[in-house]
C-alpha cells in the first residue's frame, strides 16, 4: 500500500468514526504522521479538508494517552501555512492551551510547537494566548527544565513572538523573567539561539520598569560577558550577536536608574567593558561604547567621575583614528560623548587645559553633514562660560573660515544654524576686541543678522546680544554689514510684531541701547523713525520691557 493509500484510508476511517477508540485511532495517526513527516506533497491540506479536525480537537480534549500523538500530528500539520487557519476554526488551540501545564516533557514540546505554528503571524490569536495566561506557563516550563534544549527553544521562540504584546510585557514584568533569559543566553549553544533570547529582551527592554529589572538581575553583565567571549573573532554570526548585544546594552543605559547602577560609580563591571571597546578595532563596539559613555555622561556627578578617571583621551583617540575616510557614526557618537562631559563648568576648564578643543579640530576637514553638526556644537559646549577658550577660538582664522563656510551650508539647516550659533557664542563668552575683529574681517557679522531672524527663539536672542556686545566692542567695524543687511528695519519690525516673544524683544532692545551710544547711528535710528516703535513698547505688559524702551527712548531724546 502506498503512502497516498495509508493516508486516504486513515482519513476516512477518522472521519466515519462515531467514537474515539483509541486502539482504533492509533494506526490512523501513525499514517498521517509518516506522511507529515515524508513531506508528501499536501498532506497537511488533505487532513484540514478531510474533516477530521473537530475529531483530533476532541481526543485534544479528552486528554486520553493519543494526546501526545496529536499534538505531534497538528504540529506537523501547522508548518504549512494554509492549514493554520482551519486549525484555528476547529478549535485546536483553545484545546492545546491547557497542555502546556502537563508534566509530560514530550507532551509540551508538541504542544508548544503546534500553538506556536497555529499562532505564527497571526496578532488576534496571539492577544488571546496572552489573555489565556500561557506567559508565565512558559516562563515557569524554562524554569522547570532548562536542560531540555528543544523544549527551552520551543518557549523561548513563542516569547519572542509575544513580546511586542504590551499585556505579555507587563505580564512578564512581574516574572521576573530576567534570570531564565540571562541563564540560557550563558548556556545557548549557538548564535541563532542567542538571537532569539537579544530579540526578547531587546522587546522587552524599552519598558523603564523592565530597563531597572534588567539592570538589578545582571542582563547588561551577561550582555557584556557574551561579547567578551566572542570578541576577536570573525564570524559573522558572531559579530551579528555583538552588534544586537551592544545596542541592547546602550539602550538600556537610557533608563536613568539602570544607567547609574551599570556605571557604579566608575567601578561597575559594565562600564569597565565600555571602556575596553573604545579601544577594540570592531567599528561597533567603538559606536556602541561612544554611546553609551553619552549615555552615562547624562548627569554632572558621572561627568566628572568619568573625567577623575580619564575617559577623554580615549575618546580623542578614537575621534583621530576616524577622521579620514573614517565611520560617521563614530564620530557623531564621539563628538556626543564629549559635548555630554563638557556640560559641567569644572570639566570644560580641565577638558580645555588637556587641549581637547585643538584635537578635535582635526574634524574641521569633515565633509559630513551629521559630523560637521556634533563638532561644531561641542565646541560651543567648550566655550560656554569660558572666556579663554572663546578666545583662543575666537582668534583661529583656520576655525572661522570654516566656520564661515557651514554658516552657508544649502543641503543642511542643522549645520548652518549651529555654525551661527558657535560665531555668537565666540563672541558672547570673549567679548573680546580681537574676537569681534577676526568675526567682522571673516564676514560673520552678516550671518548673525541673519540668525537674528531665526524662527527659534533662543537663536534670535544668542544673535542679538553677541550683535550688542560685538556693538558696544566696535561699532566701526559694525557700521557696514549693518547697513548692507538692513538691521535697523529688521529690528523695528521685531518691535512691532505682536507675536514676537517677550525675551526676542527685550535682546533688540539691548542692541538698540548699545547702537544708541553712537553718534553715526543714533542718526540712522532716528531715519528709520526707531521711536515711535519704542513709545509703542512704553506702556507693555512686560514692565521689564517698558522700563527698558523708556531708558532709551530718553537717551535717544537727549540726541534730538
Known amino acids: 500500500m502506498t503512502d497516498t493509500d495509508s493516508l486516504e484510508e ?37 487532513i484540514a479538508k478531510s474533516g477530521i479536525l473537530p475529531t483530533l480537537a476532541q481526543a485534544l480534549r479528552s486528554k486520553s494517552s493519543l494526546s501526545c500523538q496529536v499534538a ?32 509530560d516533557q514530550e507532551m509540551l514540546l508538541n504542544t508548544g510547537r503546534a500553538i ?20 508565565p506557563r512558559l516562563v515557569s516550563i524554562m524554569r522547570e527544565y532548562p536542560e531540555n534544549d528543544p523544549l527551552v527553544n520551543v518557549c523561548l521562540l513563542a516569547l519572542c513572538n509575544l513580546a511586542d504584546i504590551d499585556s505579555a510585557r507587563e505580564a512578564l514584568a512581574e516574572l521576573d523573567v530576567a534570570d531564565v533569559l540571562t541563564f540560557q543566553l550563558k548556556r545557548a549553544p549557538d548564535a541563532e539561539r542567542r538571537h532569539v533570547i537579544l530579540e526578547i529582551l531587546g522587546s522587552l527592554g524599552e519598558s523603564d520598569t523592565l530597563k531597572l529589572q ?50 557604579g560609580e566608575g567601578s561597575g563591571l559594565v562600564y569597565q567593558d565600555v571602556l575596553s571597546w573604545l579601544q577594540s578595532s ?63 563648568a569644572t570639566n570644560k576648564v580641565r577638558m580645555l587645559e588637556d587641549g581637547v578643543t585643538e584635537r578635535i579640530k582635526s574634524l574641521l576637514r569633515s565633509d559630513m553633514p551629521p559630523v560637521q553638526f556634533k563638532l561644531l556644537g561641542t565646541l560651543r559646549m567648550m566655550v560656554d562660560g569660558q572666556e579663554e577658550a572663546a578666545l583662543v577660538l575666537g582668534r583661529d582664522g583656520m576655525l572661522l573660515a570654516r566656520v564661515m563656510e557651514w554658516c552657508e551650508a544649502k543641503d543642511h539647516a542643522g549645520v548652518r544654524g549651529e555654525a551661527s550659533r558657535l560665531l ?53 567695524s559694525m557700521k557696514d554689514p549693518f547697513r548692507e543687511a538692513e538691521l535697523l528695519p529688521m529690528l523695528k519690525k521685531m518691535l512691532e510684531d505682536p507675536a514676537g516673544a517677550v525675551e526676542v524683544k527685550f535682546s533688540a532692545l539691548g542692541l538698540i541701547c548699545s547702537l544708541s551710544n553712537s553718534g553715526v547711528m543714533k542718526q540712522e535710528l532716528g531715519s528709520v ?20 524702551a523708556s531708558s532709551i527712548l530718553a537717551i535717544l531724546g537727549d540726541a534730538s
Open 10 to 46: 486513515a482519513l476516512k476511517a477518522i472521519s466515519v468514526s462515531t467514537e474515539l477508540i483509541e486502539e482504533e485511532l492509533n494506526p490512523h495517526l501513525d499514517a498521517m504522521l509518516a506522511a507529515l513527516l515524508e513531506k508528501k506533497k499536501d498532506a497537511a491540506v488533505e
Open 72 to 103: 505531534l500530528v497538528v504540529a506537523e500539520m501547522a508548518r504549512e501555512a494554509a492549514v493554520r487557519e482551519p486549525c484555528i476554526e476547529a478549535g485546536l488551540v483553545k484545546v492545546l492551551v491547557p497542555h502546556l501545564n502537563s508534566n
Open 116 to 135: 506556536g505554528r497555529i499562532c505564527f503571524d497571526n496578532s488576534y490569536q496571539q492577544d488571546q494566548l496572552v489573555q489565556s495566561g500561557v506567559i
Open 214 to 263: 534588567f539592570a538589578e538581575s545582571g542582563v547588561p553583565e551577561a550582555l557584556s560577558e557574551m561579547i567578551r567571549g566572542l570578541q576577536g573573532g570573525s564570524d559573522p554570526h558572531d559579530l551579528c550577536s555583538i552588534k544586537i548585544a551592544s545596542n541592547l546594552i546602550v539602550s538600556l543605559l537610557l533608563g536613568d536608574e539602570s544607567m547609574q547602577k551599570c556605571f
Open 282 to 344: 570592531n567599528t561597533q563596539l567603538q559606536l556602541s561604547g561612544a554611546l553609551a559613555i553619552a549615555n552615562f555622561a547624562r548627569n554632572d556627578s558621572n561627568c566628572v567621575k568619568m573625567l577623575d578617571l580619564g575617559v577623554v583621551p580615549y575618546i580623542l583617540t578614537l575621534l583621530e583614528q576616524h577622521v579620514d575616510e573614517g565611520d560617521v557614526s563614530v564620530q557623531h557618537a564621539g563628538l556626543s560623548a564629549l559635548r555630554n562631559l563638557a556640560i559641567p
Open 424 to 476: 555668537a557664542a565666540l563672541i558672547r563668552h570673549s567679548r573680546s576686541t580681537e574676537v569681534v575683529h577676526a568675526v567682522a574681517k571673516a564676514d560673520g557679522i552678516r550671518h548673525l543678522i541673519s540668525m537674528a531672524t531665526s524662527e527659534h527663539v533662543i537663536m534670535q536672542n544668542e544673535a542679538l546680544v553677541a550683535l550688542a556686545i560685538a556693538s558696544a566692542i566696535d561699532i566701526e
Open 529 to 548: 523713525n526707531m521711536k515711535e516703535s519704542l513709545s509703542k513698547l512704553t506702556d507693555h505688559s512686560s514692565s521689564k520691557l517698558a522700563s527698558q
